[in-house]
């Protein structure tokens, strides 16, 4: 959860180093929470394909399937909901 964050705060100061001009503090938050969301969403995506293979794997036995597709969109409701609460 802080490890979503410091990615954010890691790429911002990249973004900085890059930059001919820093970024103020106020420009440095809004890019880091821009950044923050793109972090975001791209756990959605990989949760998105993590339930598909899990689906996948246990075709057999819709009740595992859903019990595993349960399993991984709740851990990733945690810690979104987590990081969000961190701002």
């Known amino acids: 959860m802080i490890k979503l964050k410091s990615i954010a705060e890691e ?11 820093p970024l ?3 420009q440095s938050l ?9 972090v975001i969403r791209g756990l959605l995506e990989g949760q998105h394909r993590a339930v598909d293979a899990a689906k996948r794997c246990a075709e057999h036995d819709e009740q ?3 019990k595993y597709s ?8 945690v810690l979104i909901a987590t990081l969000s609460s961190l701002r």
């Open 30 to 38: 809004e890019i880091s929470e821009i950044v923050e969301k793109a």
């Open 11 to 21: 790429t911002t100061e990249s973004i900085n180093g890059v930059l001919s001009h």
């Open 64 to 66: 595992q399937a859903a």
């Open 70 to 77: 349960e399993a991984i969109r709740h851990e990733n409701d």
């Open 24 to 26: 103020t503090d106020e």
